[in-house]
């Protein structure tokens, strides 16, 4: 079993899941701990470590490490908790921009028209709740964060059809969610 990284990645990539598990060993503890000083939650580190060796395993045809592999994974995590740290602010937002609406509904509507408001707002909660956590992720950001699609692409690592067909999708769940309530 070789001793270098990048070698034991191109066995794992070959297949060898004892070459990955020696690199899992390596890098697992030190990495949650890296994902630590950016999300302060140990439960979401060990997630997001666990999801980074998940897609390096699932996608190991794909993914080319030609330098370091240590610096790769560092990265790679950094990335995925600032995504979190992103997505935690989002829903902050969102949750404010929440408490307005509902001042401001309360204090200009009839009561028919605060209670169909109401109902309303719970319909897309209850629609949201059940959208993938990407689709709701590439919604807040882009109705609430204010990203364009290049933008949540290229922070999420996916394709702008991908945003694109999310949106469709978001929208359309939406559309359907609301008519037929």
Not at 61 to 82: G, P, T, W
Not at 123 to 141: A, G, K, N
Request: aromatic content about 14%; some cysteine; proline content about 2%.
């Amino acid at each position: 079993m070789p001793n270098n990284d990048l070698q034991l990645y191109g066995e794992a990539r070959g297949g060898d899941i004892k070459a990955f598990e020696v690199l899992f060993r390596r890098y697992y503890s030190p990495l949650c701990s890296y994902a630590f000083r950016y999300t302060k939650s140990s439960d979401y580190s060990e997630e997001l470590v666990q999801e980074l060796f998940f897609v390096l395993w699932r996608d190991r045809a794909d993914i080319q490490i030609n330098h370091s592999v240590k610096s790769y994974m560092f990265e790679a995590v950094r990335n995925r908790a600032l995504h979190y740290i992103e997505h935690l602010h989002v829903r902050e937002r969102y949750r404010f921009a929440e408490k307005i609406n509902q001042s401001e509904a309360t204090s200009s509507c009839s009561p028919e028209a605060d209670a169909e408001a109401k109902d309303v707002e719970q319909r897309m909660s209850e629609i949201l709740l059940q959208f993938p956590d990407r689709r709701r992720r590439i919604f807040y950001m882009h109705r609430f964060g204010g990203f364009k699609y290049a933008e949540i692409a290229e922070k999420l690592m996916i394709s702008i059809k991908t945003v694109e067909a999310e949106m469709h999708k978001a929208l359309k769940a939406f559309k359907l969610g609301l008519v037929n309530n």
